[in-house]
């Protein structure tokens, strides 16, 4: 069965403290992995999309990385206004059930000043 | 500005009561999904449309019905099968089949009076 497992369920930084935020996956088959970020009683907010093993994108603090088996969201020098849920989810395939999303729990990130 | 827009923010249903969520996209996208979110859980999908007049379930459509008759509207209606509908509703679109993100809506909650 594919799955989609993100941890630490909770995160605690101190401003400016780097930290790493973990996806691990298990699929039949990846065609592509997102990282979304959430914030209370609002939608998810697209972040990135990795597609190889690799493969690395960057967005100001945020870096995703993708290998074979996991993906790390790298936080550089957090803020405070970085808090927030991130969430992954990857697509299997193309057509039909296999093109929907398969979302882990989510991170959820709390930086203090 | 392109975007999804669900409405209304928060819903209240009656015992035995039908209620219907609205969500409209103009990112001219084929694909539209609703998803449930629950607390300390991943998003669970509902139903998924790939084209017009065209719709499958999702894992957990029991109790719930949608309509795709337009290109940009996707509403859902949560009928009185539903027994546990208190949750956070969010619908999203993408291009299509291909491994493209899927853009969220800022959500709608409903709530049992």
């Known amino acids: 069965e594919d799955q989609v497992t993100q941890s630490p369920e909770a995160l605690r930084l101190q401003e400016g403290e780097s930290s790493s935020l973990n996806c691990s996956y298990t699929v039949s088959g990846l065609r592509g992995l997102f990282w979304y970020r959430q914030d209370p009683g609002k939608g998810p907010e697209f972040l990135f999309t990795?597609?190889?093993a690799g493969e690395e994108k960057e967005k100001e603090r945020l870096k995703a990385t993708l290998t074979k088996k996991e993906s790390f969201l790298h936080i550089t020098a957090p803020k405070p206004e970085d808090s927030a849920t991130y969430l992954c989810a990857v697509q299997v395939g193309y057509g039909g059930s296999q093109g929907n999303l398969i979302f882990g729990k989510g991170t959820k990130l709390s930086v203090k000043p | 500005d392109g975007g999804i827009t669900q409405s209304p923010k928060y819903l209240f249903r009656k015992e035995g009561q039908n209620v219907t969520l609205s969500c409209e996209q103009n990112l001219n996208h084929d694909a539209m999904y609703w998803y449930r979110q629950d607390p300390g859980q991943g998003l669970r999908l509902i139903y998924y449309s790939q084209i017009v007049n065209d719709f499958q379930k999702g894992d957990i459509a029991e109790g719930y019905s949608v309509s795709r008759e337009k290109k940009e509207s996707f509403p859902l209606t949560v009928t009185s099968a539903q027994k546990n509908p208190t949750a956070f509703y969010l619908c999203a679109s993408s291009i299509g089949d291909r491994p493209q993100p899927q853009h969220f809506g800022d959500g709608t909650r409903l709530s049992i009076l």
């Open positions: 990795l597609y190889s």
